[in-house]
């Protein structure tokens, strides 16, 4: 299994949360770029507006080599309830592995876009197939 693959599962059987109040959850998808290319390993975290930054963070996607990404609501499935939502964005490549665990090197965006508290991005979920319009990140 190769060091993206790994962390991408790594990353999504993390995501087990609960995805709120509803087990609707619809299809969704996107793209994250940086500078124009693809942000491959980027993970991109979905909070409900108004919720719990902390507690909240099931609704997830990893972006893969061509920067396209799909979100996964935890043990529901791949989607996202419909609803309001700050996306945040964190990119930290794997450096390598401890104990049979990736390890990831420093945020590429740092830390720019990690912070739920402060989006870079607000999107909405609609109860139908979302295909988002790209995130373009940047220094």
């Not at 790594?10 to 995805?19: G, K, M």
């Not at 290319?37 to 975290?45: E, H, M, Q, S």
Request: charge should be positive; aromatic fraction near 8%; proline fraction near 9%.
């Amino acid at each position: 299994m190769n060091k993206l693959a790994f962390s991408t599962a790594a990353v999504l059987a993390l995501s087990c949360a609960s995805c709120g109040d509803t087990n609707r959850i619809y299809p969704v998808s996107g793209r994250v770029t940086y500078h124009g290319a693809p942000a491959a390993g980027a993970t991109v975290f979905f909070y409900r507006q108004g919720g719990d930054p902390v507690n909240e963070h099931s609704v997830m996607g990893i972006v893969r080599e061509d920067g396209s990404f799909e979100l996964v609501c935890g043990s529901l499935g791949t989607g996202a309830p419909p609803g309001e939502y700050d996306v945040a964005i964190e990119w930290k490549p794997v450096s390598g592995q401890s104990k049979g665990r990736p390890q990831h090197g420093p945020d590429k965006l740092k830390g720019r876009y990690a912070d739920p508290k402060r989006p870079g991005f607000r999107v909405t979920i609609k109860p139908e197939r979302n295909v988002l319009a790209p995130f373009e990140v940047g220094d």
